[in-house]
């Protein structure tokens, strides 16, 4: 079985409680399954769950190479050259990272966030489509800041071939393998 989960934000991608944050026990009510990746907990969007060990592995290793596209608000506007980075690669603390798909997008018709990202009066913000097929920790948050623009908001919405479609925030379906 596999569960197609849109995470809200500030939601753990863990079923057992930390604290007094939430966790995915508050959404989802089916046994024996487990997450393939994560999302951090100030992330949102698609988080893929599967009761098969082996299908969580493929998915969440990043030997396999699975794509993973997100959404991604930025603080200030990237030039063509600033992506071109991004396209390249980066060398963060922790290595290189691959080559990624990046373009800058028209706002994506999404739910508003609560609590709602800052604004800053003076500087604007921007929307990039990233796909990376790799999944270091915070990996898209340290790429966008390394290239000076810092991440406001980071939605994922696909991981190989699935995607969010119209999953609503905080829903999910299940689908067969």
Excluded at 54 to 71: D, F, H, T, V
Excluded at 117 to 133: F, V
Aim: aromatic residues 8%.
């Amino acid at each position: 079985m596999i569960v197609l989960f849109n995470k809200p934000f500030r939601v753990l991608s863990q079923f057992t409680t930390e604290g007094d944050k939430s966790v995915l026990a508050e959404y989802i009510d089916i046994p024996g399954i487990y997450c393939a990746g994560r999302l951090d907990y100030d992330s949102e969007g698609l988080l893929i769950l599967t009761d098969d060990g082996r299908l969580q592995a493929r998915i969440a290793n990043p030997r396999y190479g699975k794509e993973k596209s997100y959404w991604v608000q930025v603080e200030g506007k990237p030039s063509e050259k600033d992506l071109e980075k991004l396209r390249k690669g980066v060398q963060l603390k922790d290595g290189p990272t691959r080559p990624a798909r990046v373009a800058l997008i028209k706002p994506p018709a999404v739910q508003e966030r609560d609590p709602p990202i800052r604004e800053r009066r003076n500087i604007p913000t921007s929307w990039l489509d990233l796909t990376i097929s790799e999944g270091r920790n915070r990996q898209v948050r340290r790429m966008t800041a390394h290239i000076g623009y810092p991440t406001l908001r980071l939605i994922r919405y696909r991981v190989g071939d699935w995607s969010l479609g119209d999953l609503p925030v905080g829903g999910y379906r299940t689908i067969e393998k």
